[in-house]
């Protein structure tokens, strides 16, 4: 399901449904492809990222549907230049329809700065393996802390 050299995956990596929803959208986001992403999540499917209030969601009510993750969209991932995602472990019950990925992500932006953020990201899907919730922890603070210039 990873189909970019964006992603390290050191985690387990069998054939479990949300599992491959976290590929499909690590990978649609490292190619900078919305329409792709979209395809990965369900029509009411809600977005949190980070969970609770944050810049990117001010009331901490998460991105509701296509409309409100295209929103997410264009604030928080269009304005990156490249991502790089690493996942060091992965969670996901045999029969179960979530999975737990722990990892970081590397955004760089055009001028050559770049922060890092490491997190726990949860991913539930619906039969047709389309994701219905995902919830990203992570704390902005310390994602800023990371800052560096170019």
Known sequence: ?????????NAPNDPHPARAASQRSYSAVAKGDLAEWLTVYAE????????????????GTGHHGHAGISAFWEKAIAPIATFEFQ?????????????ANIGRIKTSFAD??????????????D??????SM????????TMASFTSA
């Open 44 to 59: 009411d499917a809600v977005l949190e990222d980070p969970v609770g209030p944050s810049m990117f969601d001010p009331e």
């Open 127 to 132: 039969d047709d393996g389309r994701v219905t």
């Open 112 to 125: 050559g700065s770049h922060t890092t953020t490491d997190l726990i990201m949860v991913y539930v899907v």
């Open 135 to 142: 919830k990203a922890f992570w704390e902005p603070e310390r």
């Open 1 to 9: 399901m990873i189909t970019s050299d964006a992603i390290v995956w």
């Open 87 to 99: 996942i060091n472990d992965s969670f996901a019950n045999p029969g179960s329809n979530t999975c």
